[in-house]
């Protein structure tokens, strides 16, 4: 019976102990698979690139090769100061929209939409939560507020919301990251009331 014991105490104790380092394994493998707020930037930043977020947030001057970015403007949204491109009757009859010179602003059929700003300055998402970012492009509400109006073309909030959870992070992370640019762009005008 002695032996059993000393055998089961010594059973227990092994089991303990595997436990112990499988838990640390598995503390140290999630620590390790964790991207750190670099590596969120990096990809944030890349993934802007890549789904065209500049093409309507960034405003532009005419280059050699086109519209390009002005960088001291990156991501700051329409110009306040800008004029508006303006809604026509043919235009809209025809099924087209019309666009701002630098694709910041677009007119349409649902009125005149402006891109806000997405810097991390405090006029763009510079007060922003994570959870506000994600209801904005996962629910397409206007400054990610549930009580708000939906956010309007040319936005593509319905196929951003099919980004997972890691990569709207990391774009989270990149926009809080980058230079803040103070601009306030006009709001939202419906169709008919330009």
């Known amino acids: 019976m002695r032996a059993f014991v000393i055998i089961l105490v010594i059973a ?3 089991w303990s102990l595997n ?5 640390k394994m598995d503390s140290q493998s999630a ?3 964790t991207p750190s707020k670099d590596s969120l930037i990096k990809r944030g930043s890349y993934l802007v690139a890549t789904i065209g977020c500049n093409d309507c947030h960034s405003p532009k001057k005419m280059g050699p090769n086109g519209p390009e970015v002005i960088p001291e403007k990156m991501l700051s949204g329409f110009p306040a100061n800008a004029p508006a491109p303006v809604e026509s009757a ?3 009859k025809k099924g087209l929209i019309v666009f701002s010179a630098d694709l910041t602003a677009a007119a349409g059929p649902w009125g005149t939409t402006f891109a806000g700003n997405i810097t991390s300055d405090a006029t763009g998402i510079g007060n922003w939560k994570e959870e506000q970012f994600k209801n904005a492009l996962r629910h397409g509400k206007y400054k990610g507020l549930d009580a708000e109006r939906m ?4 936005m593509p909030w319905d196929d951003l919301r099919n980004l997972n959870d890691e990569d709207i992070e990391a774009i989270f992370y990149y926009l809080k990251s980058t230079k803040p640019v103070n601009n306030v762009p006009p709001a939202f005008i419906p169709a008919g009331k330009g």
């Open 151 to 154: 956010l309007m073309p040319p």
């Open 90 to 92: 043919d235009a809209l």
């Open 12 to 14: 227990v104790f092994m």
């Open 31 to 33: 620590s390790a698979t």
């Open 19 to 23: 436990a112990c380092e499988s838990s």
